[in-house]
Structures are given as structure tokens and as C-alpha cells.
């Protein structure tokens, strides 16, 4: 790990400015990620500013019957509460479905959503890649491709988005807020919160330089059975090969999100009006632009055959 300097910040203002003004300096919260991107030099922040002190933790409700999660809120505090574990049943599922429970207990709502890409390509320093060395070529193209994303690509990157949870904020509307250094405010749809590659895959999210989110809303709850169904390689500790995130209702209508799928939580919204057809009707039209590897191709079937056991799921509930 490179030598760094460190603050801690007073104010999400002040720490929004102090990132900005600042050449190579990045935000530090609970560093599930980052530190271990750090260790590997695949991030080399020459200044951290530390954000744990700025009162982000709490839980409250919103005027319109919704709840507002503070930015520096647990993933254990956040799938333990009360009123998600009532109202949101698949943002609960889905953080459970992540990490340790030691890792639960330092990652932030905010930084589960700003995770980076597990691709073994973006890891290995000794491979060209694109998300993390602008213009170098992307090794997973024509490489091993079993884990990575099977639509929404592009030429410069075929990386998947990691998270569990930002696959449920997905199908529950979400809305990330920010800051930026000036103290201006803005909150940002949780469907335009994540970029797909382009030719700019080294950008994983819409945020300006030195913006910090402070909250993430969740609009009032919709009821419905919800169901987080993740498809990995082995028990615990693993990352999705393929996730859905379902709120289905009595009369089979419902949404739904998936994960493992694509450089962003994956979601048409065009397409659940299939939704009391089947799995079948709707993965045919969510995965109709797929392009597939052959290491990959499995993905599509799977994702059908997930979302066809969690409208099961639901029908026997």
C-alpha cells in the first residue's frame, strides 16, 4: 500500500470541498472495498478523508410514509431494522445475502452502492483493463468470461456490477442523495445512479467529482411478497453468477431486478407487465439484447429459471 494523508471531516460539505480541491484524495467510510483496493494498487489515494464522523447513521421516516437511509447506516443496522425487515422484505434478503457478517458490520449503505467490479481482470494489475486504466484493452474480452456480464456491455468492458443490495434498491425505486462541494443538494433515481460501459468504463456511476451521497429514500412500501433469490458458486461468501430481486403481488403482477447480469443493477420495467405470464414472458424480453459468451451463456437460462422459482416462492406464500 502507497503512503497516503488523512483527515476527518465535520461536514459532508466540507468533506464534498476537501475531496474536490484535492488531486487523488477519495472519501473513506467503512473501506470494505477501498482498503482492499488499496493493498492491491488498484487504487492509490494520496489522501483519505474519513466521513465516519458526519451523523449518517440513522433511520427515519419521510413525509410520504417512506424511509430515509442515512449514508453511513450498516448493512447489519439497515437489514436489521424493524420497519425494512416489515416493509422491505427484499433489501433485507438481499443484504443477508452478502458478504460476512463481519463485513456487514463495517460496509455502509453508501459504499455498498459505490462497490467496484469483482472481474478477475479488473484485479490483476498484470492484465489490461479498461474500468481501471483507461485505454489499456479489456482482457475478458476473448478471456475467461464465466462471471461477467451478459448485456448492457460494450467493446471497452463486459464487467458486472457486485452488490446485492443496489439489485433491491433497483426494484424498490430508491433515490440516492448527494452533495457537492458548493453545499448543493440533488437526488438522483436509482435507475440513472449506475453508468453502463460505453467507451467509459472507468466510470461506474453518474457522481461529479468530490460529490458525496448522504442518504438513500426509499419511497413509501408497496406491499407484495418480496423475494431475493441469489445463484452463486458456492454457500456464503460468494458473489452472484446470477440474483433476482421480486416484489410479486396476489394477482402475479410485480417488479423485477437482477443482479449478476449486467455492469448495473439490470431492470425493464417495459417488461413486468409479463410479469402473470411467467418467467419465461418476462426474461424474454429483459434479456433480448444479451450478447452472451460462450463461457457466459448459461446466465440467461438462469436468470429465467431463478425468477421462475421465486414467482413460485410467491404463489405458495
Not at 502507497?2 to 484535492?22: L, N
Not at 443477508?96 to 449503505?109: C, D, H
Not at 483507461?134 to 468470461?145: K, L, N, R, T
Request: glycine share 8%; hydrophobic share 40%; proline share 6%.
Amino acid at each position: 500500500m502507497r503512503s497516503f494523508t488523512y483527515t476527518r471531516a465535520t461536514t459532508p460539505s466540507e468533506a464534498a470541498a476537501e475531496v474536490a480541491g484535492m488531486p487523488g484524495a477519495m472519501f473513506l467510510a467503512g473501506g470494505t472495498n477501498l482498503l482492499d483496493l488499496m493493498k492491491l494498487e488498484i487504487e492509490t489515494p494520496t489522501h483519505l478523508v474519513d466521513v465516519q464522523d458526519l451523523k449518517l447513521d440513522r433511520i427515519e421516516k419521510t413525509d410520504d410514509g417512506g424511509l430515509r437511509i442515512g449514508a453511513l447506516v450498516s448493512n447489519t443496522a439497515l437489514s436489521a431494522d424493524e420497519r425494512v425487515r416489515r416493509d422491505y422484505g427484499v433489501l433485507t434478503r438481499a443484504i443477508q445475502a452478502g458478504a460476512s457478517g463481519q463485513l456487514r458490520n463495517k460496509a455502509t449503505t453508501a459504499g455498498n452502492l459505490l462497490q467496484r467490479t469483482r472481474c478477475p481482470y479488473f484485479y490483476d494489475t498484470n492484465q489490461p483493463c479498461n474500468k481501471r486504466k483507461p485505454g489499456s484493452g479489456c482482457a475478458a474480452i476473448g478471456g475467461y468470461s464465466r462471471q461477467l456480464a451478459v448485456i448492457g456491455t460494450s467493446d471497452a468492458c463486459i464487467a458486472t456490477y457486485p452488490g446485492d443490495m443496489g439489485v433491491a434498491m433497483r426494484v424498490l425505486d430508491a433515490t440516492v442523495e448527494t452533495v457537492n462541494p458548493q453545499g448543493r443538494t440533488r437526488a438522483i433515481p436509482i435507475a440513472d445512479f449506475h453508468r453502463l460501459p460505453g467507451d467509459a468504463p472507468d466510470r461506474d456511476n453518474v457522481l461529479a467529482r468530490g460529490e458525496l451521497i448522504t442518504a438513500v429514500t426509499l419511497p413509501r412500501p408497496i406491499g407484495g411478497h418480496h423475494v431475493y433469490r441469489k445463484v452463486r458458486d458456492r454457500a456464503s461468501y460468494a458473489f452472484a453468477l446470477v440474483s433476482v430481486a421480486a416484489v410479486i403481488q396476489k394477482d402475479g403482477s410485480g417488479r423485477v431486478a437482477f443482479g449478476g447480469v449486467a455492469p448495473k443493477p439490470w431492470r425493464i420495467e417495459a417488461a413486468e407487465a409479463a410479469m402473470p405470464q411467467g418467467a419465461k414472458a418476462v426474461a424474454t424480453q429483459v434479456f433480448a439484447d444479451a450478447k452472451p459468451t460462450h463461457d457466459s451463456a448459461f446466465k440467461v437460462p438462469l436468470a429465467m429459471r431463478t425468477l421462475a422459482s421465486a414467482i413460485s416462492e410467491a404463489k405458495a406464500a
